[in-house]
């Protein structure tokens, strides 16, 4: 029971290590600032309205992109790859519930179901990232 408890622990810890480099490291410069180097705020533009540029990573970025950036940043470096992660991992779960099935047919009923819910859970996270991607692309952003 207490090795189950470290295992669940232990990678939400070291998660939790590398969340503030994805989350900080947003300053990524969009193209119409790209050339805009700078060490503070007041060397971008004056940030009296809203979506004014700020410094992020010694480039210049409006306000808004930076904080796309750092969703980006999260989806891509975080979400993403636990998706595929769990993905993978339900399959292989799959795989061994056939193997440790031999021929029983309720316990291969069970590792059917496991498939068909692996299957569902990677159609509804493309579906939701087409989705975005699809928004997005209508409205211009």
Same mark, same amino acid.
């Given at each position: 029971?207490?090795?189950?408890?470290?295992?669940?622990?232990?990678?939400?810890?070291?998660?939790?290590?590398?969340?503030?480099?994805?989350?900080?490291?947003?300053?990524?410069?969009?193209?119409?600032?790209?050339?805009?180097?700078?060490?503070?705020?007041?060397?971008?533009?004056?940030?009296?309205?809203?979506?004014?540029?700020?410094?992020?990573?010694?480039?210049?970025?409006?306000?808004?992109?930076?904080?796309?950036?750092?969703?980006?940043? &999260?989806?891509?470096?975080?979400?993403w +790859?636990?998706?595929? !992660?769990?993905?993978?991992i339900?399959?292989? /779960? #799959?795989? $061994?519930? &056939?193997?440790?099935?031999?021929?029983? +047919?309720?316990?291969? !009923?069970?590792?059917?179901?496991?498939?068909i /819910? #692996?299957? $569902?859970?990677?159609?509804?996270?493309?579906?939701?990232?087409?989705?975005? !991607?699809?928004?997005?692309?209508?409205?211009?952003?």
């Amino acid at each position: 029971m207490f090795m189950i408890k470290k295992s669940i622990i232990l990678p939400i810890l070291a998660s939790s290590l590398i969340l503030p480099a994805v989350f900080f490291g947003g300053g990524i410069a969009s193209p119409a600032l790209a050339a805009v180097a700078c060490t503070n705020n007041a060397e971008c533009t004056p940030a009296a309205s809203p979506g004014a540029p700020v410094c992020s990573n010694g480039v210049c970025v409006s306000g808004g992109q930076w904080f796309q950036n750092i969703i980006t940043n &999260f989806l891509n470096i975080v979400v993403w +790859p636990i998706f595929i !992660a769990v993905s993978i991992i339900m399959f292989i /779960w #799959a795989g $061994i519930l &056939f193997i440790s099935a031999q021929g029983d +047919p309720g316990k291969v !009923a069970e590792a059917r179901k496991a498939v068909i /819910w #692996a299957v $569902i859970g990677i159609v509804v996270g493309l579906l939701g990232y087409l989705s975005v !991607a699809i928004i997005k692309g209508a409205l211009g952003l």
